[in-house]
Each structure stands twice: as C-alpha cells, then as structure tokens.
C-alpha cells in the first residue's frame, strides 16, 4: 500500500527554521517526482515546490524562492523541506504529495498525499 | 500569473447532478486535475489530465475541459460527496502549480 508518512512540524518564531520530513513506502521512491502543497488555516491549497526523481530539478513558487529548499535522499526514501526565514504568512499545514506517474514532467497529477503536519509562526 | 476562479460554494440535494466549475483564461490548453478535501482529511485525487478519472473513483465523477472553463460533474449526488473541490494546473510559463480558491459542495 502507498503510504506517505510525515513528520517534523511544529511552533517557531518569524526568522526561525523548521524542516519537514516524508517517508514513503510501498513505491519506487526513486522513480516519482513529489511536491509539497500547503494550506494555511481556512483557506485554500497551495502549491509549494516540486523535486524531480532525481533531485536535479527543483521548483518553487515565488513566495518560499531563497528561503525554502526542497531535498531528497532515495537511499532513505525520504522527501525534505528546509524551511528557513520563516514568516507568519508560512502559517498552515503542510502536505508532500507524490507525482502520479513516472514522467519527469512537474504537471502530473498528486495521487497519494501525506497525512499533513502542522508549521505554526508566532 | 495564472489565475483559477472557482465558485465559493455549490449546494445540491441527493441523488441530483452537482457541476463544479473552474474557469481560467485558456483553460482549455491545460491539463486540469481535481481534488477532493473533507475537513480534517488530505486532499484526495478524484480527476486528472481533465477526464480521466483514477482507480476506486465512482463513476459518478466525471470532468470536461473547453475553452475557459473545465468542469467536475458529480452524478447522483451522495451525502458523501460533501467536501471542498479543487482544480489544479501546471503553468508551464512561469513553471509553477496553481490552484483554485476551492468549492464547497453541500449535499441538502
């Protein structure tokens, strides 16, 4: 069974770090794009960044550019967000989301998302 | 940048046809994908690449792309298909993901 399992959120205050982590199981971790969508309290999703399978392309929406850093490590089959300088605006939940198929193409669909973790800036 | 407008909110009662729309400029030359959120719960994948609806969806969903609207339709409306619903694209011209602001379905 796919499964996408995150952890690493918490409380910070503006200007500080957190970093996100999302294992996967049950898929060939090396062979899918994934992403990480966000979605602040009562309001809508929102992309974030996209990492190829390989790790050599990477994307970000303009907001998260220089501040954030998307990672992976397929030996661990684990996707990162190095989230630095945060603002009260990064306030939300978070979610990585795995690319559907394995096209190197960022505009597949998600079709297994994580469980979401909370990231809080006051 | 590109720019998704949903309906706020879509009521309808049971057993009756719910269309969910998402209107973008050209819309129609993008690949649209929608998600399923209820409250509390990841966004699930019930359409992708327009129309094509992914294993363990019901039949009842299906979705249409054209010209500056694409469209979820939801046939016999269950209780169950109470959620918010998003479309989704890839704008390949600034290579960033967009969402809509998301559509309440509420089941009467």
């Known amino acids: 069974q796919r499964h996408l399992l995150q952890s690493g959120g918490g409380v910070v205050q503006p200007g500080g770090s957190l970093r996100l982590s999302c294992v996967a199981s049950?898929?060939?971790?090396?062979?899918?794009?994934m992403h990480w969508v966000r979605q602040a309290p009562g309001k809508g999703l929102e992309w974030v960044t996209f990492i190829r399978y390989d790790g050599i392309e990477k994307l970000y929406r303009d907001s998260v550019k220089g501040r954030f850093t998307v990672s992976r490590d397929s030996s661990q089959n684990t996707l990162f967000l190095q989230m630095n300088s945060l603002r009260t605006d990064d306030t939300g939940v978070y979610f990585c989301?795995?690319?559907?198929?394995?096209?190197?193409?960022?505009?597949?669909?998600?079709?297994?998302w994580g469980q979401g973790t909370e990231v809080t800036v006051s | 940048s590109y720019v998704l407008t949903q309906p706020p909110s879509v009521s309808v009662a049971p057993g009756k046809t719910a269309s969910v729309v998402c209107g973008g400029n050209e819309i129609g030359s993008y690949s649209v994908h929608w998600y399923q959120q209820k409250p509390g719960q990841a966004p699930l994948l019930v359409m992708s690449?327009?129309?094509d609806r992914p294993s363990g969806i019901p039949e009842r969903f299906s979705g249409s792309n054209s010209g500056i609207t694409a469209t979820l339709t939801i046939s016999r409306v269950e209780v169950g298909d109470e959620a918010d619903y998003y479309c989704y694209v890839w704008d390949s011209n600034t290579n960033q993901g967009v969402f809509g602001g998301g559509t309440q379905l509420t089941v009467l």
């Open positions: 989301a795995k690319a559907a198929s394995m096209a190197t193409t960022p505009s597949d669909a998600f079709d297994v």
């Open positions: 690449y327009d129309s």
């Open positions: 049950g898929f060939k971790f090396y062979t899918h794009g």
